[in-house]
């Protein structure tokens, strides 16, 4: 069973710059594709970014771009998400998710962590 374990979350200021990280254990010959979403209270899980494994083949949502760079280190196997010029409308959860296919759709997501909070304070 692939395992995921986000970490880095928190309380920041806006403007301010937090790193997320995403452990990947278990068989992951399945798991191509990291991506990360986001779940802000009373809305829909949110597509963030995606990132090939073994590419390093990148794709964002359009408001995400620029501010937020996702990552990857295969040594670790764990996958990182930057957030910089971070905003009070950040602030959800954070998900990283696998699976085998790039996509911004979340159901084309296998497996998925538990998620971390990060809170943008105005």
């Known amino acids: 069973q692939v395992q995921l374990v986000e970490s880095g979350g928190g309380l920041v200021q806006a403007g301010g710059s937090l790193r997320l990280s995403c452990a990947v254990s278990?068989?992951?010959?399945?798991?191509?594709?990291m991506g990360w979403f986001r779940q802000a209270p009373g809305k829909a899980r949110e597509f963030v970014a995606a990132i090939n494994w073994s590419t390093g083949r990148t794709l964002y949502a359009g408001s995400m771009k620029g501010r937020f760079t996702i990552s990857r280190d295969n040594t670790k196997n764990t996958v990182y998400l930057q957030m910089s010029s971070l905003e009070p409308e950040d602030t959800a959860v954070y998900y990283c998710a696998a699976g085998p296919s790039g996509s911004p759709r979340s159901d084309e997501y296998y497996y998925w962590g538990q998620g971390t909070q990060v809170t943008v304070s105005s």
């Open positions: 278990g068989p992951t010959f399945s798991t191509s594709i």
